[in-house]
């Protein structure tokens, strides 16, 4: 009964578009979830299983509770994987991917986007040092400079 329960609940975040931490990988109804909810895109473009500084972003400051109470406030997240094992997306979920990276002229690992709740680019960032409290400081302030 209980593997049920947790397939059901991991089939069900899956159809969804959620992850269980607070990530969408459905741009779209990101796109719909922002503006109803009057917030910030934050798109990670990440190689999830490779890329060794996008594995050290979401250590060091996504799967921080600082940075998950500051996101659930301000922001929407969408997670935009590139992993070498792809054998857990749809490919309806990698050709939306592809396109995301194309029309956002995204060339490297980790790109950290926010984007308005049209999908405009407000900024492109990265991997920054000093940990969570650095990194939401550093978002906060690159959302500041655009609403000026």
Same mark, same amino acid.
């Given at each position: 009964m209980k593997?049920?329960?947790?397939? $059901?609940?991991?089939?069900?975040?899956v159809?969804?578009?959620w992850?269980s931490?607070? &990530?969408?990988?459905?741009?779209?109804?990101? =796109?719909?979830?922002?503006?109803t909810e009057?917030?910030?895109?934050?798109?990670d /473009?990440?190689?999830?299983d &490779?890329c060794s &500084?996008?594995?050290?972003?979401?250590?060091e #400051? /996504?799967? =921080?509770?600082? &940075?998950?109470?500051?996101?659930?406030?301000?922001? #929407?997240?969408?997670?935009?994987? $590139? +992993? %070498?094992?792809k054998?857990?997306?749809?490919?309806?979920l990698?050709k939306? @991917? @592809?396109?995301?990276?194309?029309?956002?002229g995204v %060339?490297? /690992? +980790?790109?950290?986007?926010?984007? @308005?709740?049209?999908?405009?680019?407000?900024?492109?960032?990265?991997?920054? %040092?000093?940990?969570?409290? @650095?990194?939401?400081?550093?978002?906060?302030?690159?959302?500041?400079?655009?609403e000026?």
């Amino acid at each position: 009964m209980k593997k049920s329960i947790v397939l $059901f609940g991991f089939c069900l975040s899956v159809l969804t578009g959620w992850s269980s931490e607070g &990530w969408m990988t459905d741009f779209e109804g990101a =796109k719909k979830k922002a503006a109803t909810e009057n917030k910030v895109l934050l798109l990670d /473009f990440t190689g999830s299983d &490779w890329c060794s &500084w996008c594995i050290k972003l979401d250590e060091e #400051v /996504f799967q =921080k509770d600082a &940075w998950k109470a500051y996101a659930k406030d301000h922001l #929407v997240q969408v997670l935009i994987d $590139f +992993p %070498r094992d792809k054998s857990e997306q749809s490919e309806v979920l990698q050709k939306q @991917n @592809n396109e995301l990276a194309k029309q956002y002229g995204v %060339r490297g /690992f +980790p790109t950290v986007l926010l984007l @308005n709740q049209e999908g405009a680019l407000i900024e492109k960032t990265g991997y920054q %040092r000093g940990g969570t409290e @650095n990194y939401i400081v550093h978002i906060k302030e690159l959302i500041g400079a655009a609403e000026k």
